[in-house]
Every structure is written in C-alpha cells, then in structure tokens.
C-alpha cells in the first residue's frame, strides 16, 4: 500500500492487473481524453505495465499508482506520478474507469498524491497535463490546489496540452 484516503487505497501495479489495465486503455473516455496506446490484448497490457509502470517505480521511485475504492476488489483507476522528458517537473495523472466517474475518487486520488510528492518526495513544483477540452480534469486539478500556466504543445503530442502546476 502507497497511500490511503478515507475512501481509497492506492498500491503498486502489478502484472496481474493486465486485466483491468487492458479496460482501462481502451474505454472511450481514455483514449479521446489521454489517448490511443495501441494495447488490444492481455500479453500487451501485462507489456505495458512491465514497460512503463513498473519501470517508473524502479527508475524513479513512484509512478501510476493502482486506485481502488475501499470494500471492493475490482480497481477504480490509476492516479500516481510521472517523470517525463517534455515537462520540467513531474507531472501527477490519473486515469478512472467510466463506471467510477462522478464519486470524487480523481480528487480524493489526486489530492493523496500531490501531498505525497511534496510531504515524502519532497518535490517543490508539481505539474499536470490535460486535454484543454477536458473540464472535468481541469476542475479536478483546480480543486487540489493546482493552478493553470498555459497551454503547451509538447514534442512528440498529437494534440495540445494545458499544462498546471501546484
């Protein structure tokens, strides 16, 4: 276990949530709000978490972070941390399946990992990253206290990025 809030527990990915994963990537909602990883089975899920979420916690200490709701078994998300080469800080996200929209588990998720990247990683600046169309997640990362700067196109992006630091 990473964190608990009153109604979450977020704990580290492991291969075995190749399932949930696989749902993840692929519900609707992420791949127009985040975007189209191109993982369509169980073996690519299980890739994907070996690739870039368990390499994160290895390289880096902390990543994306598994999100479930305190009682049941199933995950609700993702929510943790991410070092990328195009920002300048790292960048907190989070990702919930569609079923859990509307409960505030983004910004109970949210607000657990902003307070652990400053109160245990000591990190000064964190940033997020969210589609400009997206008002949901924009207002998600405005109430855990981040504030927007500007909206970035990032190298390598498809589609433009506003860009919030807290």
């Known amino acids: 276990m990473i ?6 527990s977020l704990r580290e990915a492991t291969l075995e949530d ?3 994963i696989l749902e993840l990537l692929n519900a609707p909602g992420f791949v127009s709000g985040i975007g189209d990883r191109g993982v369509r089975s ?3 899920a299980r890739d994907y978490i070996e690739t870039r979420i368990l390499s994160s916690y290895r390289d880096h200490g902390f990543g994306m972070w598994v999100v479930t709701a305190k009682g049941e078994d199933q995950p609700a998300g993702l929510c943790g941390l991410v070092r990328r080469d195009v920002l300048p800080h790292v960048d907190l996200g989070y990702a919930l399946l569609e ?3 509307g409960r505030g588990y983004a910004q109970e998720a ?8 400053r109160g245990v990683l ?3 600046t964190v940033a997020a990253i969210v589609n400009p169309d997206n008002a949901a997640s924009r207002r ?4 855990v206290g981040f504030r927007f700067i500007d909206v970035r196109h990032l190298d390598g992006w498809d589609q433009p990025s506003a860009y919030y630091q807290a």
């Open 3 to 8: 964190l608990e809030t009153p109604r979450l």
């Open 18 to 20: 190749g399932a949930f």
């Open 42 to 44: 169980l073996d690519q």
């Open 99 to 101: 079923r859990q929209w």
């Open 110 to 117: 949210a607000a657990a990992v902003l307070a652990h990247a």
């Open 122 to 124: 000591g990190l000064a």
């Open 140 to 143: 998600v990362l405005e109430k």
